[in-house]
């Protein structure tokens, strides 16, 4: 048995211990300390008619002084965090809000009470909107303008900032919850990590939090009240496990992993750099698959030659309209400019199936009504469907194509026809932008994901009609072993090592190279260190995997030999079920890579 073996057999946690949100990954061990912070419990005063425009001024010093806060905290950043930089821009423009500003000087004004009380009132009436939506991403926003309200509050009931730079001992910081600005703040110090009662993974916290590769766990009820400060706690920001008064061995087992975990992040870090090919010289792409430009910085960072797959539903999420054509040109310019020279694969929309359906907006209410979503107007076939929708991704992608080096990835596709239509549309957009002089890169590959199996039959055809393959195993898995991806009760049965799957992996290989066109793999088997190696060996061209993951996946590629890799395959491919397949890899890959794979 491998240490890579499927984890659903951990040991069953210790009775100490409390379960939250693992939000950023990382393991630490240290006391706490608990902030029990002020939050707006304002108390209630009535101003004589004389001193209501003093106190607007009051109020709209603390917003000013706020703003002059977060301009400061801004400069002091690096440049290379740009999501923080963005997380703050967005609440500077909060500080303008309307629900915010005007409203509060007008409780001021008209019920003439103190700016404390007027401006919890607003913030109220502010929550009491949110509450009513029902997608819960839109809902966790409403945590960024509390935020911004509690730093407005704190200035002006005089409050100095809470200094968590001055820890001189190392701590993890316990609160009902930080600010991303917070989050920032802690850098400075000596906090090895926080958690908190509130949050959830998309929080803006959080986001600050994995950019900063400070450990995180979020979603703990009444963690105030449960720990003290001074108690000693393990924090595992990758399960969201804490373990509090852990015993002397719990502790040692965490400073090993910490040890371990450094120097292998140390001995990575020393493969960012390196090209990415095998002892013999076989190049094969290691690129990223990401959601969000948030992520970008990570993608440099670990060293990801181009992006794989950007999925770009998340513009179509977050808005209660579908994103216009300029707000999607914005985000695609800024993908190519920052990934260039390296190549952009962007997939069109890939809505429907297990893809927050409930989050869409337009009001599609036939899209929930499906009765077989997965089987249902997904992917490509919603934009064929919805054309109007489609053609402005398509204007916004080939606009944004002169800033980098833009692929386009067709999801889901299943029969020549829908490619067919989809040309038949990119011509026309083509024609419509060039009669708009806007100008359109030379070359921009257009290829198609294969996931269905009716792609991989069919591989021979669609090879002489694209520029690329991507196979997307997620979902070839579950379309070709009939298995729901999101279903619980047969999770179980979802196998990369199927026999099935590894043949048509293998089919779809060799039918994009007898037509001289790339094969990628993009799902999440091409992170997984236990399928890299047999990918490599079946001759893809590249494997596109969550950013992080580059560096360990290209240590396995540098200490390989192309003829060991197709041996392996070729090995793997022989067998008829995926337990002989495990029990080949475990025993061959150990030989191979000792370091990465030992046996117990
Ligand atoms: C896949 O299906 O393998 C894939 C990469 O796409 P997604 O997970 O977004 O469906
Ligand atoms: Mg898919």
Redesign the pocket.
Known sequence: MTHLDKQDNRPAPPARTLQGIGVSPGIVAAKVVVLKRQTLRAGWYHLPSDHIEKEVGRFTGAIRAAGDELLLLREKLADDLDDALSIIDSHLLMLRDRMIVERTTGIIRHKSVNAEWALAQALGEIEERFDRIDDPYIRERFADIKHVADRVFGLLSGREHEPFASEDQPVILVANDFSPEDTLHMQAGNVQGFLTEKGGITSHTAIVARSLGLPAVVGIEHATSLLATGDSIILDGGSGLIISDPTPAEVQRVQESIRRNRLLADELDSYIHLTSETKDGLAIRLSA?IETLEELPAVLRFGSEGIG?F?SELDYFNNRQPPNEEQLLATYQRLLAAMAPYPATVRTL?VGGDKFLNRFPGNKAWLDRERNPALGLRSIRFSLYEQNMFRSQLRALFRASVHGRLQILL?LISAPAELRQVKEIVTAVLAELAEQRYPVADEVKIGM?V?VPSAVVMADVFAAEVDFFAI?????IQYSLAIDRGNQYVANLYEPFHPAVLRMIRRTVEAGHACNIPVSL???MAGDPLCAPVLMGMGLDELSMRPAIVPRIKRLLRHSRSDELRQIAGEVLRCDDSEQVRDLLAKQLAGIYPREFYQR
């Open positions: 698959n797959l999925r890939d999801p994901m996931e997307g195993t997620n979902d070839l993009c799902g999440e």
